[in-house]
């Protein structure tokens, strides 16, 4: 079983749709994130989660919504999507902060914006 | 700005040489955390080394912390084809599981 599973794997769309990409996991984890992995490989923390709460929103677009029905899954959803938005976006989540803050990473979301 | 910078960008080895990477950082941390991630793929966790920590040792891995020069580096001893990575080292700050990650080095090992 897959620890922390995001899906879909890619996604290729039009400039101006909205899309949302899906992630679960399965590790009994309080904490759940969403990071963006631009082109040079730079991973920049979006948002987390605590507990279906929010706890970090980095300065990210409004049109980027995070939402976490419960403590096991967070979606993203994207409004009217930019060529900039092109990118990896990956979901992670760990048990714990301070030193338990181990982040367990989802397999990536490749978006491709046309 | 970045919290972390590592250093070098790129590094290619032989198998069984030694890889050395290092990682700066700008503001005072809680630990530091090295992740590894193959061409893909998402992020695996290697180690963790708290702020009060040296010196921390994983089988085949060993991370040094310097909180005074607020550096880092990740030595992978006897390294093997299957090393071939991109490596990162991120911060943790203690605010609610923020991680800041460095721009990663590229690592080749040649068999």
């Known amino acids: 079983d897959t620890a922390v599973s995001q899906t879909p794997k890619y996604l290729v769309t039009q400039m101006g749709n909205d899309k949302s990409i899906k992630c679960e996991q399965n590790l009994g984890h309080d904490t759940m994130y969403w990071y963006k992995q631009d082109s040079k490989k730079f991973l920049k923390i979006m948002f987390s989660y605590n507990n279906k709460e929010l706890i970090i929103n980095e300065t990210v677009p409004n049109r980027f919504s995070p939402k976490s029905p419960d403590k096991a899954h967070l979606n993203l959803h994207i409004n009217s999507l930019e060529l900039g938005d092109s990118a990896v976006y990956f979901c992670?989540?760990?048990?714990?902060?301070?030193?338990?803050?181990?982040?367990?990473f989802g397999a990536g979301t490749r978006l491709s914006v046309l | 700005s970045q919290q972390g910078e590592e250093d070098p960008q790129a590094l290619s080895i032989q198998e069984g040489e030694n890889a050395t990477m290092n990682c700066s950082y700008k503001?005072?941390?809680?630990?530091l955390q090295w992740y590894r991630q193959n061409s893909g793929r998402g992020l695996v966790h290697l180690i963790l080394?708290?702020?009060?920590?040296r010196e921390k040792h994983s089988g085949r891995l060993r991370v040094t912390l310097d909180t005074s020069k607020k550096s880092s580096s990740l030595l992978i001893t006897a390294s093997r084809a299957a090393d071939t990575a991109s490596y990162f080292c991120a911060t943790d700050l203690s605010q609610g599981g923020k991680l800041i990650f460095g721009q990663g080095t590229e690592l080749s090992v040649k068999p």
């Open positions: 992670a989540s760990s048990q714990a902060w301070g030193d338990k803050n181990i982040q367990y």
């Open positions: 080394i708290r702020s009060n920590e």
């Open positions: 503001t005072s941390i809680n630990n």
